[in-house]
């Protein structure tokens, strides 16, 4: 019997690319670099601060200025990471109709609890989130299962009574791996056949998330 329905946060409940992308592009152009298009860079907006840093500077995790540039890029971040906070359209809707059945939910974000704390409460969602995991509230980030496994565990709600909604391949994976029903957000950034073939379920809008479920849109 489901219980809870978890989210993913960039891509699936929220449309933060352009904050994402205006942050590369501000230490693009400190370093005498060209501006990206926001076009370019929103296929990986819910990938982390470390996929904006590979892409735009054409470097990887062994570059020794790679770390730099990742905490470069998170202080940037932490100057406009709120400049256009929005939610994809029904979500809110979604929310309301979950919590109509009696079914909580709560947000998994691979996204820094200094940013999470801060930004989620400005979306004024209707029914507050039950529970907020941030991508170093645990040991491990998605596509691992503990921060699904924990949120879980805050709710008192066994694995298996939980669903995860995620446009990610990480996303799908955690939840897979967690136990729970897999939906993918097909509405977000992430375009990735291996996610849509290991999702449990594929939703091509909000509302179609309760028809996976056996919900009727209100």
Known sequence: MLKAVLF????????????????LNIILKKRGKPCQTFDAFRPIA??????????GFGIDDTHPDFEDL????LTAYDGCFDDNPRTFDNIDRLIRVLHQNNICWGIVTNKSKRFTDRLVPKFGFTVPPAVVVSGDTTANAKPHPEPLLYAAQQLGINPKECAY?????????????????SILANWGYSMNDTARQTAH???QTPYEVLQKLGFQAA
Do not use: P
Request: glycine content about 14%.
């Open 201 to 203: 379920h594929i939703a």
């Open 165 to 181: 909604v995620g446009d990610s391949l990480g996303d799908i994976q955690a939840a897979n791996a967690a136990g729970m029903i």
């Open 70 to 73: 990742r905490q470069e890029y």
């Open 8 to 23: 993913d946060l960039d891509g699936t409940l929220a449309d933060t690319a352009v904050d994402l992308c205006k942050a």
């Open 46 to 55: 819910g990938d982390g601060a470390g996929a904006f840093v590979r892409q």
